[in-house]
Nanobody, 122 residues
Framework: VQLQASGGGLVQARDSLRLSCAAS????????MGWFRQATGKEREFVATTWNGGSTYYADAVKGRFTISGDNAKNMVFLQMNSLKPEDTALYYC?????????????????WGQGTEVTVSS
């Protein structure tokens, strides 16, 4: 299993970014995919997950601003981030779920990408 996250960058508050995660080495449609983030000095936290061809679940901190989506044909998962805030600054990781449901705990996820950095200035 390989996961490659990209799309991070330096933006201003209220800007948007779209993160991408390219997956390989497994049957993409059989597993849910999630996004997590880790700010400096903090624990890794759940952001969003998608499973079963379109079901989604979000952390309260990003609900209404972020949208997760997947493309089974391209083996990719995306995280559209709108109305970004300085507190969204973190290293963002995509990860493969252990199955096809919603999992929100980092220890439940088996495979992780390398992370892409998002910095939001005020």
């Amino acid at each position: 299993v390989q996961l490659q996250a990209s799309g991070g960058g330096l933006v201003q508050a209220r800007d948007s970014l779209r993160l991408s995660c390219a997956a390989s080495g497994f049957t993409f449609s059989d597993y849910g995919m999630g996004w997590f983030r880790q700010a400096t000095g903090k624990e890794r936290e759940f952001v969003a997950t998608t499973w079963n061809g379109g079901s989604t679940y979000y952390a309260d901190a990003v609900k209404g601003r972020f949208t997760i989506s997947g493309d089974n044909a391209k083996n990719m998962v995306f995280l559209q981030m709108n109305s970004l805030k300085p507190e969204d600054t973190a290293l963002y990781y995509c990860a493969q779920e252990p199955g096809s449901y919603y999992y929100t705990e980092a220890h439940e996820y088996r495979y992780w990408g390398q992370g892409t950095e998002v910095t939001v200035s005020s």
